[in-house]
């Protein structure tokens, strides 16, 4: 686990699938929040769908947004430093620098980060945990401050991870004995406590508790070194071939210029006392 994600500043969420009820106030306060469209909104909810036999019939649900990891693999996937972990545990997110070439959408394990698809120069949407709305002086993000049943609740992270073991021990046959959130992807800051395994409210499994973030640093910040190198030697390659053709040419230069300054051959004189041949008479021929 990364420094950062043993900061006892941290902040962080506790979402209990046990009591969304899937009435999406949480998906409206976002909206009203970040000034965008319920589509782009950057929370969204996780369902089991209808289960079980009538009259015993079940359905669970629960809001899905970043998970903040302790090591983000989208930060260190990031080529440009749109993505950023702050001090208290916060990955934000930088529009003006974000290129929108997807690659924190292939690093994140989670499958957080969209895209805006149907906008001419599409960027990466992601909840950034209302950072602006915490420095303005408010307790907790707009999900959190809207949902009526608690299902999301927002506080100091070391609070949050030991009230979702509390109401587990508290609650064997409510929950199932798993945190999600806290050892996946090298853990993060939104814990999950749920009646039903994660799989059926479709998370995705990360069965690796390693962050690959380390990985994906050392593509991208060995990329320009690698470039470089690259660009090095084929600057090698193309000075070493110019050198060699203006070696040729010079030998050739120097060549013409040999054969130029040699005299031009002279057939010799007849000498003195001697006649050429003649040339043949046709009339004597043709007797």
Partial sequence: ??????????????????RCIDCRACLV????????????????IKETGVTGEFPNLERYSAPYHCMHCDDPSCVSAC?????????????????????????????CPF?????????????????????DRLAEGESEPACAATCPTDAIMFGPK??????????IEENPDKYVDHVYGEHENGGTAT???????????????????????????????????VAGAVAIGLSGVYLTIKHHEEAMAELRND????????????EPEAEAGETAPAAPNNTDAQS
């Avoid at 306060?29 to 969204?44: D, G, H, K, L, P």
């Avoid at 972990?85 to 292939?106: F, H, L, P, Q, S």
């Avoid at 060549?255 to 002279?266: G, I, K, N, R, T």
């Fill in 1 to 18: 686990m990364s420094e950062i994600g043993t900061n006892p500043n941290q902040k962080g969420f506790l979402i209990d699938a046990s």
């Fill in 29 to 44: 306060a976002c909206s009203v929040q970040n000034e965008v469209s319920n589509t782009t909104t950057r929370i969204w």
């Fill in 79 to 107: 080529t440009v430093g749109a993505l950023q972990k702050d001090e208290n545990g916060i990955v934000t997110y930088d529009a003006d620098r974000c290129i929108g070439c997807r690659y924190c959408m292939y690093a």
């Fill in 111 to 131: 499958q957080v980060p969209n895209y805006e698809w149907d906008q001419i120069l599409p960027l990466i949407v992601k909840c950034d945990m209302c950072v």
């Fill in 158 to 167: 070391v609070d949050m991870l030991e009230l979702a073991h509390r109401r």
């Fill in 191 to 225: 814990f999950y406590v749920s009646p039903v395994p994660f799989e059926e409210l479709g998370f995705p499994t990360t069965e690796s508790t390693l962050s690959p973030a380390y990985s994906n640093r050392l593509i991208t910040h060995g990329t320009p070194a």
């Fill in 255 to 266: 060549a013409l210029a040999v054969d130029s300054d040699q005299p031009e051959a002279v």
